[in-house]
């Protein structure tokens, strides 16, 4: 088996991560672990769609799956998941609070510049 260099293997994670219900469902299970039940009742999406992001998740070892009696219960794989998920608002934070001190800096000139 080859040696894939870290560069592509962390890629190939965010390429797995990168879809809006994957993403809903980590949030989701940041609250603690979730059947699937409670996951569809939150996440607009249809059972069969929901179930496939899961294998996804679950053959990338981000989450992970216990029955209990009839019902899959989906849980996060380890606590670095979650870390990723509070960074990922981090960035995020610090980008929109830019883009907002760039509006307010647009708009500030657009009182400064005189009428027509």
């Known amino acids: 088996m080859m040696s894939v260099p870290l560069y592509e293997a962390k890629a190939e994670l965010f390429r797995l991560l990168g879809h809006p219900v994957r993403i809903r469902v980590l949030e989701l299970l ?3 672990p979730k059947p699937v039940r409670d996951l569809l009742a939150v996440i607009d999406v249809e059972a ?3 179930s496939q992001h899961l294998a996804v998740l679950r053959r990338s070892g ?3 799956a216990q029955r209990d009696g009839s019902t899959m219960v989906y849980s996060l794989a380890g606590g670095d998941v979650a870390e ?3 960074a ?3 960035l995020l934070t610090q980008k929109l ?3 907002y001190d760039l509006l307010l800096e647009l708009r500030q000139g ?3 510049e005189p009428a027509d």
Do not use: I
């Open 110 to 112: 657009d009182e400064d």
């Open 97 to 99: 609070a830019g883009q």
């Open 84 to 86: 990723l998920m509070r």
């Open 48 to 50: 069969t769609g929901l």
């Open 30 to 32: 940041q609250e603690g």
């Open 62 to 64: 981000v989450v992970s």
């Open 88 to 90: 990922a608002r981090v």
